[in-house]
């Protein structure tokens, strides 16, 4: 292997190593991972949410909340922009334009990690 | 700045925008309209800088709202039209009767109906006073007849509106408005301020515990108040479906001011026990007066405050008389309540003098119509 | 602030219907207070009547709910007996714009320091449906079951002509740039007005064939034009339908004084 090939070789390595140190800290809980949650007793099922979000991460509902309304699912809370990020969220679409204030951020849980 | 006490000559108006001024007025907002200008006029040149705000609104409408507006920051307002001007209010009105707020408008009320005769008297807006606006609430209203008490009655406008967090009448016209006399400003007035919310105060105005008058909350306190002209409960919230609710409101906002009529009343008699009582206010009490001072058998009761109606003076002056003239410069607006209240009290012959056209009943016109009552 | 520390908690869930334009104003409304820093202890609100006119009475503040139009009007008296306070106005379309006209171009042209944000739905929804003065032309509505025979107005174009310090115009689609107009606006001295185009799927979009809110924000979408882009264009863009545009963006942000600095209260209550 050349110097350049074995230079490039460390880089990755390196970089590698400290991605995965990042991603595991001593408690066990991974930092900066969030995900929004769906408060059932606001949602009014107007699916603004479904059709706003750029990365799609919402789905139409076909449970009944308590609140009788079929409210909408995250399906897919690691398409989100702010999945990865703590400190500033970024995009916040879906959060702004929900008209009930039902979507809030929470840090994303031991198991929902692992997924 | 109000002027030093002392003795003036001045217009009815301008003693008007002295009363004001004693009692601590720091906004007005008026619209011209004949013939109430000058107390715009006025306070347009005396409230400036630190002594308060004066502002001139694009319609009657908005006078009165800026004037309910500002005294929910705290000041005590006031606002002055005539008849048309008047009319437009009434919303409003009922606004600041249903929210509580403490409010005085001066009505110099001129010819009507419509724009009618600007510059002359009549007393045609007195009914529209206590139910021009749409629903049922109490109002209190004064009628000055003489420059001194446009000054007096105005002040007691200020107190009475504050005190029971009421929208305030001072019901003059034309005549008494443009009309100029001796003015006695005293040493001492009594002024009353409102009840605010989370201040202790030691007045005994306010040790009433079940006068019904709740605590003001002024805003930008932290009180988190909700003012709304909808029906609602004691903390602001929105109840328009519940009718025990609306029923219990609607109530308080009335007995809030009968139960304290006793307070409220203020008359003039002269010549109290005669068998001719002539009933008046206002500008048409000025023929009566000078016939009840010179006819030994004529008496006069003189109303300063006309809503909520004095029922216990008319009661009185009718028990001990025969005949009752009620002298008024409409087509007869207190005389059927007048009338009612006295014929409870046991004098059957009630009738009525109108005036119309723009000036007050003269003396001789008023001897002419006694006699023809039967009165010597 | 946390939202429900800004919002009277016990008044939730709140009437709007589902997918209303008014929660989305009020999630903007939200951020741009707490970005611009403002206390709520010093910070009154005051709505007409109608559905936005509602929003004051869902925050944890002083709020005067007045009649039908007048708002600004009750403002100016209440900004002007204490003028430390900041005075935000919650109103509709046809609560600023038709009954309350003469009191939002005065209003502009006296330059009270206040904050107007207008949720222009075109329509008048609390009552049911009726034609509002910015319906668009050939829109069905309760009174104009025929299609509007009536042109619609451009508030924010009116705001700019009667002398506002700053108007901007967004609709409930472009939530990041109306949070930042909000926030320019609550920091700015002077009449300032915010005119949210927002959707009304339960009376103006069921009755024009857009009742999910989605098709609504759709069609928001499809006809919004940036500002900078049209100023040379020659649409008119007063003419809201479907073949005109929504033209959002910041109308003009100029620094007229005060009327309080006119008066010489800026300093007082």
């Given at each position: 292997m050349t110097?350049?090939e074995?230079?490039?070789?460390?880089?990755?390595?390196?970089?590698?190593i400290?991605?995965?140190?990042k991603?595991?800290?001593?408690?066990?809980?991974?930092r900066?991972?969030?995900?929004?949650?769906?408060?059932p007793?606001?949602?009014?099922?107007?699916?603004?949410?479904?059709?706003?979000c750029?990365?799609?991460?919402?789905?139409?509902?076909?449970?009944?909340?308590?609140?009788?309304?079929?409210?909408a699912?995250?399906?897919f809370?690691e398409?989100?922009?702010n999945?990865?990020?703590?400190g500033?969220?970024?995009?916040?679409?879906c959060?702004?334009?929900?008209p009930?204030?039902?979507?809030?951020?929470?840090?994303e849980?031991?198991?929902?990690?692992?997924? | 700045?109000?002027?030093?006490p002392?003795?003036?000559?001045?217009?009815?108006?301008d003693?008007?925008?002295e009363?004001?001024?004693?009692?601590?007025?720091?906004?007005?907002?008026?619209?011209?309209?004949t013939p109430?200008t000058?107390?715009?006029?006025?306070?347009?040149?005396r409230?400036?800088?630190?002594?308060?705000?004066?502002?001139?609104m694009?319609?009657?409408?908005a006078?009165?709202?800026?004037?309910?507006?500002a005294?929910?920051?705290g000041?005590?307002?006031?606002?002055?039209?005539?008849?048309?001007?008047?009319?437009?209010?009434?919303?409003?009105i009922?606004?600041a009767?249903?929210?509580?707020?403490p409010?005085?408008?001066?009505?110099?009320?001129?010819?009507?109906?419509?724009?009618?005769?600007?510059?002359?008297?009549s007393?045609?807006?007195?009914?529209?006073?206590k139910?021009?606006?749409?629903?049922?609430?109490?109002?209190?209203?004064?009628?000055?007849?003489?420059?001194?008490?446009?000054f007096?009655?105005?002040?007691e406008?200020?107190?009475?509106?504050?005190?029971?967090?009421?929208?305030?009448?001072?019901?003059?016209?034309a005549?008494?408005?443009?009309?100029?006399?001796?003015?006695?400003?005293?040493?001492?007035?009594?002024?009353i301020?409102?009840?605010?919310?989370?201040?202790?105060?030691t007045?005994?105005?306010?040790d009433?515990?079940?006068d019904?008058?709740k605590?003001?909350?002024?805003?930008g306190?932290?009180?988190?108040?909700i003012?709304?002209?909808m029906?609602?409960t004691?903390?602001?919230?929105?109840?328009?479906e519940?009718?025990?609710?609306?029923?219990?409101?609607?109530?308080?906002?009335n007995?809030?001011?009968?139960?304290?009529?006793?307070?409220?009343?203020?008359?003039?008699?002269?010549?109290e026990?005669?068998?001719?009582?002539i009933?008046?206010?206002?500008?048409?009490?000025?023929?009566?007066?000078?016939v009840?001072?010179?006819?030994?058998?004529?008496g006069?009761?003189?109303?300063?405050?006309?809503?909520?109606?004095?029922e216990?003076?008319i009661?009185?002056?009718a028990?001990?008389?025969?005949?009752?003239?009620?002298?008024?410069?409409?087509l007869?607006?207190?005389?059927?309540?007048?009338?009612?209240?006295?014929?409870?009290?046991?004098?059957?012959?009630?009738?009525?003098?109108?005036k119309?056209?723009?000036?007050?009943?003269?003396?001789?016109?008023?001897?002419?119509?006694?006699?023809?009552?039967?009165?010597? | 602030?946390?939202?429900?520390?800004?919002?009277?908690?016990?008044?939730?869930?709140?009437?709007?219907?589902?997918?209303?334009?008014?929660?989305?104003?009020m999630?903007?409304?939200?951020?741009?207070?707490?970005e611009?820093?403002?206390?709520?202890d010093?910070?009154?609100?005051?709505?007409?009547?109608?559905?936005?006119?509602r929003?004051?009475?869902?925050?944890?503040?002083?709020?005067?709910h007045t009649?039908?139009g007048?708002?600004?009007?009750f403002?100016?008296?209440?900004?002007?007996?204490?003028?430390?306070?900041?005075?935000?106005?919650?109103?509709?379309?046809?609560?600023l714009?038709?009954?309350?006209?003469?009191?939002?171009?005065?209003?502009?042209?006296?330059?009270?320091?206040?904050?107007v944000i207008?949720?222009?739905?075109?329509i008048?929804?609390?009552?049911?449906?009726?034609?509002?003065?910015?319906?668009?032309?050939?829109?069905?509505s309760?009174?104009?079951?025929?299609g509007n025979k009536?042109?619609?107005?451009?508030?924010?174009?009116?705001?700019v002509?009667?002398?506002?310090?700053?108007?901007?115009?967004?609709?409930?689609?472009q939530v990041?740039e109306?949070?930042?107009?909000?926030?320019?606006a609550?920091?700015?001295?002077?009449?300032t007005?915010?005119e949210?185009?927002s959707?009304?799927?339960?009376?103006?979009?069921?009755?024009n064939?857009?009742?999910?809110?989605?098709?609504?924000?759709?069609?928001?979408?499809?006809?919004?034009?940036?500002?900078?882009?049209?100023?040379?264009?020659?649409?008119?863009?007063a003419?809201?339908?479907?073949?005109?545009?929504i033209?959002?963006?910041?109308?003009?942000?100029?620094?007229?004084e005060?009327?309080?600095?006119?008066?010489?209260v800026?300093?007082?209550?």
């Amino acid at each position: 292997m050349t110097r350049g090939e074995g230079l490039r070789q460390a880089h990755l390595a390196i970089y590698f190593i400290l991605v995965t140190f990042k991603y595991r800290p001593a408690n066990g809980m991974r930092r900066g991972r969030m995900k929004p949650v769906i408060n059932p007793k606001l949602c009014k099922a107007c699916n603004i949410c479904v059709y706003i979000c750029p990365k799609k991460c919402y789905t139409k509902g076909t449970d009944i909340s308590e609140m009788g309304y079929f409210d909408a699912v995250v399906s897919f809370p690691e398409k989100c922009y702010n999945h990865n990020r703590e400190g500033k969220l970024i995009c916040e679409l879906c959060v702004l334009s929900c008209p009930d204030q039902a979507i809030s951020w929470h840090p994303e849980t031991e198991e929902e990690k692992r997924k | 700045m109000r002027i030093p006490p002392g003795e003036y000559f001045l217009q009815g108006n301008d003693a008007c925008v002295e009363g004001a001024l004693a009692s601590g007025v720091r906004f007005f907002a008026g619209y011209p309209i004949t013939p109430s200008t000058e107390i715009a006029e006025g306070l347009a040149q005396r409230l400036k800088g630190k002594d308060g705000v004066f502002l001139q609104m694009e319609d009657e409408i908005a006078c009165i709202s800026a004037v309910i507006g500002a005294s929910w920051g705290g000041a005590k307002a006031m606002t002055a039209t005539s008849g048309p001007g008047f009319s437009l209010m009434q919303e409003a009105i009922g606004y600041a009767a249903m929210s509580e707020t403490p409010v005085v408008i001066v009505n110099v009320m001129r010819g009507g109906p419509s724009t009618g005769q600007p510059t002359k008297a009549s007393q045609g807006d007195v009914m529209q006073t206590k139910w021009g606006s749409h629903g049922d609430y109490q109002v209190i209203a004064f009628a000055p007849a003489s420059v001194q008490e446009m000054f007096d009655l105005t002040v007691e406008c200020f107190n009475y509106s504050e005190k029971y967090r009421v929208p305030a009448f001072l019901l003059s016209d034309a005549e008494i408005g443009h009309m100029r006399g001796l003015l006695r400003i005293p040493e001492k007035l009594k002024i009353i301020d409102r009840k605010e919310m989370g201040i202790r105060r030691t007045d005994e105005a306010y040790d009433v515990p079940d006068d019904l008058v709740k605590p003001f909350p002024v805003f930008g306190k932290g009180h988190k108040a909700i003012i709304t002209g909808m029906t609602h409960t004691e903390n602001g919230r929105i109840e328009p479906e519940d009718s025990k609710v609306h029923s219990d409101l609607v109530t308080r906002l009335n007995e809030k001011v009968l139960r304290n009529r006793k307070d409220i009343n203020q008359w003039e008699m002269i010549g109290e026990g005669s068998k001719t009582m002539i009933i008046s206010y206002g500008s048409s009490a000025l023929g009566p007066k000078e016939v009840a001072t010179t006819d030994p058998n004529v008496g006069l009761l003189r109303l300063k405050s006309i809503w909520p109606l004095p029922e216990e003076p008319i009661a009185q002056a009718a028990k001990g008389a025969q005949r009752i003239l009620v002298c008024e410069m409409n087509l007869g607006q207190l005389y059927f309540s007048i009338k009612r209240v006295a014929h409870d009290a046991g004098c059957k012959q009630v009738e009525l003098l109108s005036k119309l056209g723009g000036e007050p009943p003269t003396p001789s016109e008023v001897r002419h119509k006694i006699r023809s009552m039967g009165a010597i | 602030m946390d939202i429900f520390e800004f919002y009277r908690k016990d008044r939730w869930p709140h009437v709007f219907c589902p997918g209303c334009g008014n929660g989305t104003v009020m999630n903007c409304f939200f951020r741009a207070f707490n970005e611009a820093g403002l206390s709520l202890d010093n910070t009154v609100f005051v709505g007409g009547i109608g559905c936005s006119s509602r929003v004051p009475l869902y925050i944890n503040s002083d709020a005067l709910h007045t009649t039908h139009g007048r708002a600004i009007a009750f403002a100016t008296g209440l900004k002007l007996a204490k003028p430390g306070l900041k005075v935000v106005v919650f109103t509709g379309d046809g609560d600023l714009g038709a009954i309350g006209g003469n009191h939002f171009i005065n209003g502009c042209r006296r330059n009270v320091d206040m904050t107007v944000i207008c949720i222009n739905n075109n329509i008048y929804g609390m009552t049911g449906g009726q034609a509002s003065i910015t319906t668009p032309h050939d829109f069905l509505s309760t009174t104009t079951p025929y299609g509007n025979k009536e042109y619609p107005f451009d508030l924010a174009e009116i705001a700019v002509a009667a002398g506002a310090n700053y108007v901007a115009r967004w609709t409930t689609r472009q939530v990041h740039e109306l949070t930042k107009s909000m926030k320019s606006a609550l920091q700015k001295k002077g009449f300032t007005l915010v005119e949210v185009v927002s959707q009304c799927p339960t009376n103006f979009g069921r009755r024009n064939k857009m009742a999910d809110p989605a098709q609504m924000l759709d069609w928001f979408k499809a006809n919004t034009v940036r500002r900078d882009k049209t100023k040379n264009a020659e649409l008119d863009h007063a003419d809201l339908n479907l073949a005109g545009q929504i033209t959002v963006g910041e109308f003009v942000d100029r620094n007229r004084e005060c009327f309080e600095e006119l008066i010489g209260v800026e300093k007082h209550g």
